[in-house]
């Protein structure tokens, strides 16, 4: 007869036993683990996503300046170093007009051609008479004024009378010819271009002068203009055909 409470059934015994070997050992933690690492490597394939999205460009942040031209001209081609620049063409400037100018002549020989010069002399009147010295090639007022000042060279053929010829070739601003032009006409004289200048002719006595008979004496004035000289001449009852142009075409052959 067994003893009641003092003795132990052995499968109470073994029960027992598993019980405690299975309080000792962790219940199925493999798959726990296999969890973890693969919520981890999800989690790290998304942050890694989200990086690679957010990475500047290297290339545009490698150079500001190329950004900047990009930014600047999205359509100009690249400038190749070894294609040829083209400097801008000199342009020189156009020469300035400069207006020909006259010098004056030695001696009143020189402003008259060899034959002119003989028929002068064949008048028998005496070149540059001291008697005339003070005479000018006008009987303007105003235009005598300007030759006396500014007499250059003076040639006077005669005596004092109603016979004789007095020239004078002087230098001038070529803008003082208009004024001495228009006190001419204002005087009543005709003005022509003539041999690449212009002639003004003014008949004092003779023939259109109110008052004048045939076989007056007769007296007038001539005057050219042209670069910077002016011919003025005063002469009275001398054939005056040829005379002045004959000056022109000596001064300017």
């Not at 003989?118 to 105003?142: F, H, K, Q, V």
């Amino acid at each position: 007869m067994t003893e009641s409470g003092l003795g132990t059934d052995p499968s109470d015994a073994e029960s027992t036993a598993e019980t405690a070997s299975d309080q000792r050992r962790p219940g199925r933690p493999r798959w726990i683990i296999a969890a973890v690492l693969a919520g981890l490597l999800v989690i790290g394939a998304i942050i890694w996503a989200v990086i690679a999205l957010k990475a500047p460009d290297k290339q545009a942040l490698a150079s500001p300046s190329a950004q900047a031209s990009v930014l600047a001209s999205p359509s100009a081609p690249p400038m190749s170093s070894n294609e040829p620049t083209t400097e801008p063409a000199m342009v020189s400037p156009s020469p300035t007009a400069t207006v020909p100018t006259l010098s004056l002549p030695a001696d009143c020989q020189a402003i008259y051609s060899g034959p002119m010069f003989s028929s002068l002399r064949a008048l028998e009147l005496p070149l540059n008479d001291p008697s005339l010295a003070d005479e000018t090639g006008t009987a303007i007022p105003e235009l005598d004024t300007l030759l006396r000042a500014n007499p250059g060279l003076h040639c006077s053929w005669g005596l004092p009378s109603e016979l004789g010829i007095n020239t004078n070739v002087t230098l001038i601003d070529p803008a003082a010819a208009q004024n001495i032009e228009a006190a001419l006409v204002a005087r009543g004289a005709t003005c022509e271009d003539k041999d690449d200048g212009t002639l003004c002719t003014l008949i004092h006595v003779g023939p259109g002068v109110e008052g004048w008979a045939e076989g007056d004496p007769q007296a007038g004035e001539n005057h050219f203009f042209r670069d910077n000289a002016w011919i003025a001449t005063h002469w009275s009852t001398v054939e005056m055909n040829g005379y002045t142009p004959d000056i022109v075409h000596t001064l300017w052959p």
